[in-house]
């Protein structure tokens, strides 16, 4: 077992989590000051290191009625031996509960916050996990995405001039 050390926001740097999300492969490639707002305007940050280095991070936002949790990434290396899920068949695992950890403490701090309801996304075998945390699906809900660099959406000042 391996001994993992949680901690907040406080203790992690900007830098870090860029050198980390590049080593997870993370999809979005924000700037190092990108990284630095999105860790002020988030409520609840859980990071979770070993022997020092950054292995997991876990981030929410709460509006103090809503909270979404936003992220909940754990370095390959420790997610322990494969698995096949449940939903898909591919391979996902948290074996040594560490995601589940850090997810837990950021569910708690948004409630502690006056979530009443706590949304998250899940991306392929990310549903198994989201469920053993207790999180169920919707009826009716469909998820949606609107990347900024396409070019066919309509900026946000287009759709605010629209409406009046």
């Not at 901690?7 to 190092?32: G, H, I, Q, T």
């Not at 198994?128 to 946000?156: Q, Y």
């Amino acid at each position: 077992m391996f001994n993992i050390q949680y901690a907040d926001a406080k203790s992690l740097r900007p830098d870090e989590l860029l050198a980390f999300y590049r080593s997870v492969e993370f999809s979005l490639a924000p700037s190092s000051d990108q990284v630095d707002r999105m860790l002020q305007d988030s409520d609840a940050v859980v990071t979770a290191r070993h022997d020092g280095q950054l292995v997991g991070v876990a981030r929410g936002v709460c509006d103090g009625v809503r909270g979404f949790l936003t992220e909940c990434k754990l370095s390959p290396a420790f997610q322990g031996p494969a698995a096949v899920t449940r939903t898909d068949g591919r391979i996902e695992h948290d074996a040594h509960g560490i995601a589940k950890e850090m997810a837990g403490r950021v569910i708690a701090g948004l409630r502690k916050l006056g979530a009443q309801r706590i949304d998250a996304l899940a991306w392929n075998t990310e549903t198994d996990f989201l469920s053993e945390l207790g999180c169920r699906k919707p009826g009716g809900l469909v998820g949606m995405t609107l990347p900024t660099t396409t070019t066919n959406a309509t900026p946000a000042r287009e759709l605010a001039a629209s409406a009046v």
